[in-house]
């Protein structure tokens, strides 16, 4: 069986570290997002640990991406260049069939580039939500540096971008994890060693894999 | 029945007598402040001051006016504090008055962003928040609160709430007669009854009271997100639970499975 890298070891270390902060941030932000999840403080000691935790995990939800930028512009660079790529006829296609493809495998998808039409829609929400759900909580955190009428207005930015990172986050993970059958393995891709099988990167992104070939 | 209390500026000599009692009644540890070139003091509410007298003052053909505001939680019928405090800390006593619950309370300062007056302190050595409670202590126990139990000049007045409404009218229709025209009662509806109503010789914004204060809209539209998230996620979950199911056992060709 003939493997194709897809994520070098920097990035899973880095999607790793930012997959166990944003856990963090979503495990202390929901105790105190909703009385039903009260439990979720209780658990750990309480809403003292939790709020400690949400900041230290913060931290790192902001950091490490920001180091990620700086010292790889490039790799940045293009991967806004793919996320924000014209979209032709095929990228279209997949997003039509998308939503039954879910709820039927057997779906015949269009062949896609590196990174597919649905996951760069993704992508645009998770980015801005995640830069909105970051600067919002700055501000909340320092919150004495602003006026009150402005720091009011962060709470529900915080939170309407904690629904929609957290929708999209459950879908990433559902697909990305592997829980859905057409993507069994792909855990590896971020979690494991980085690659993926020559069929899989044809059943997954064909014209990627074309382009990995012909290389 | 609902408690409030009335206070009068222009009956306030400053004594600020209901400064110290507050402190005293509630064991509230006195704090340094700085000489900003008024006699006001403390020149701010703090964690540990929960009431104060505001000098304001005015030029007039005659000279100058004073006019001595009681500045203090004013236990709103509708207080955004209570609707945004995340662990149940602050609520309504049985009399009308806002209570905060510092054993409860987590230190979010939810409630201090949100207050439209501006009122409760945060101590990030305490990581509590705190705020005048209506000596809620002291009137279950058939005593008045602290601040107007020593109000020598009727300033502050304790009582039930519709009598002291009757009398603030009463008190504003004099005003007017003596030439205070801007006079008004404020806190008879503003956020569904205040509980501490004012006889104000002056427009509101004078004393920095918001002329109609309420509920800022963030926080309307925060808490309506709250139901709308848990929908939002449940129905995700639902509808990723039912994706798993309906392919469960799906083979892709190249696994071995049909087209």
């Known amino acids: ?215 | 029945m609902r408690v409030g209390i009335l206070v009068t500026p222009t009956r306030c000599t400053a004594c600020r007598g209901c400064q110290i009692q507050c402190k005293n009644w509630n064991e509230l540890a006195a704090e340094k402040t700085v000489n900003l070139g008024t006699y006001e003091n403390p020149p701010d509410l703090t964690f540990n001051t929960y009431n104060r007298i505001r000098f304001k003052e005015r030029e007039e053909e005659t000279g100058v006016e004073w006019f001595f505001f009681s500045q203090r939680c004013l236990h709103c019928k509708e207080a955004a504090c209570e609707i945004v405090c995340p662990v149940g800390a602050i609520y309504h006593g049985e009399l009308g008055n806002v209570i905060l619950d510092q054993e409860k309370c987590i230190g979010c300062k939810y409630c201090v962003e949100n207050c439209p007056f501006n009122i409760p302190r945060y101590s990030a050595i305490l990581n509590k928040s705190s705020k005048c409670h209506l000596c809620f202590d002291r009137i279950a126990n058939g005593l008045m609160p602290a601040c107007t139990h020593t109000c020598p000049a009727d300033a502050l007045r304790f009582g039930e709430r519709d009598e002291l409404i009757q009398l603030g009218k009463e008190r504003v229709a004099k005003l007017k007669a003596d030439g205070y025209k801007n006079a008004s009662l404020y806190g008879e509806t503003e956020l569904g009854g205040l509980g501490v109503i004012y006889v104000l010789p002056e427009k509101p914004e004078f004393f920095g009271l918001p002329p109609s204060p309420s509920i800022p809209a963030s926080v309307s539209i925060w808490q309506a997100l709250k139901p709308i998230g848990l929908v939002a996620g449940g129905a995700t979950v639902l509808g990723l639970a039912a994706s798993f199911l309906l392919n469960a056992g799906y083979k892709k060709e190249h696994e071995g499975g049909e087209e």
């Open chain 1, 1 to 215: 069986m003939e493997w194709i890298q897809r994520r070098s070891a920097v990035a899973r270390f880095i999607h790793f570290i930012h997959f166990l902060a944003t856990l963090t941030l979503f495990y202390t932000g929901l105790a105190l997002y909703h009385p039903i999840f009260k439990f979720l403080a209780d658990w750990v000691g309480g809403f003292g640990v939790t709020r400690v935790a949400h900041r230290a995990a913060a931290i790192f939800f902001i950091g490490i991406p920001l180091l990620a930028i700086i010292f790889n512009w490039r790799g940045f660079v293009e991967f806004m260049r793919e996320i924000f790529a014209p979209w032709d006829e095929d990228d279209k296609e997949f997003m039509r069939r998308f939503i039954p493809y879910l709820f039927n495998a057997k779906t015949k998808m269009p062949p896609q580039k590196k990174i597919k039409s649905g996951q760069r829609v993704a992508d645009w929400f998770i980015l801005g939500s995640a830069l909105l759900i970051a600067l919002s909580g700055l501000v909340m955190w320092l919150n004495v540096y602003f006026p009150k009428p402005f720091v009011r207005w962060m709470y529900p930015i915080h939170e309407l971008s904690m629904i929609v990172l957290g929708v999209f986050l459950l879908g990433h993970a559902y697909l990305g994890s592997g829980l859905f059958q057409p993507y069994r393995g792909m855990y590896r891709v971020m979690f494991g060693n980085g690659k993926v099988t020559e069929a899989e990167a044809r059943y997954h992104w064909q014209k990627w894999a074309e382009e990995v070939k012909r290389k």
